[in-house]
């Protein structure tokens, strides 16, 4: 199972929006409504921010959304503060029941 | 509060065997699926498998089969990951995470560093 294709990075600077994608094929991203993103400051635990693709856990602010059209899921960030400084990854379900992640996007805030 | 706690970091010689721990509270066990993750150093994060608590069952990633065993321990909410045959490719943060509805991953343990050195 290949990794899940996200750019290398994005940035952008306070206040502003960006969108991350992540392309897959029909077997996961595609084909199921299992795709998840996750913020990983180094050093911490990875933090869930979007599941089955477009709905936030309690407690995650609406800045983040999530979206899929085909078989790319994007993670838009809105109002761009410092701390959302970080990596960020897609993960999907796979059709052998196998899960998958994107290979991870550097967000630098400028 | 829902916590998972692992194991503490250890140093495997090449060839041996790493067996990380993962311990729930606050919620039950049998309900939720737990996956493992590892980061190796300065590398994104690799799925590595599941286990279903409540049955035993598991799926793991092709990378790893035949490597790799999860289990449980109902009586102590315990699962655990083996890995067999390690290198130094190996070396690497793994973490357990439980997800609900099987593959949402809301909570997860805090990591522990597994290094493989001679």
């Not at chain 1, 502003?16 to 392309?23: F, H, V, W």
């Not at chain 2, 311990?23 to 590398?43: E, L, M």
């Not at chain 2, 035949?66 to 490719?89: A, P, Q």
């Amino acid at each position: 199972q290949s990794a899940l294709t996200q750019p290398a990075s994005v940035s952008g600077s306070p206040g502003q929006s960006i969108s991350i994608s992540c392309t897959g094929t029909s077997s996961d991203v595609g084909g199921y409504n299992y795709v998840s993103w996750f913020q990983h400051h180094p050093g911490k635990v990875p933090k869930l921010l979007i599941y089955e693709v477009r709905h936030r856990p309690s407690g995650i602010s609406n800045r983040f959304s999530g979206s899929k059209s085909g078989n790319t899921a994007s993670l838009t960030i809105s109002g761009l503060q410092a701390d959302d400084e970080a990596d960020y990854y897609c993960f999907s379900y796979t059709s052998s029941r196998l899960g998958v992640f994107g290979g991870g996007t550097k967000l630098t805030v400028l | 509060q829902v916590q998972l706690v692992q194991s503490r970091a250890e140093v495997k010689k090449p060839g041996a065997s790493m067996k990380v721990s993962c311990k729930a509270s606050g919620y039950t066990f049998t309900d939720y699926y737990i996956h493992w993750v590892r980061q190796a150093p300065g590398q994104g994060l690799e799925w590595m498998g599941w286990i279903n608590p409540k049955s035993g069952g598991t799926n793991y990633a092709q990378k790893f089969q035949g490597r790799v065993t999860m289990t449980r321990d109902t009586s102590i909410n315990t699962t655990y990951m083996e890995l067999s045959r390690l290198t130094s490719d190996d070396t690497a943060v793994y973490f357990c995470a439980r997800a609900f509805s099987a593959w949402n991953c809301d909570s997860w343990g805090q990591g522990s560093l597994v290094s493989v050195s001679s």
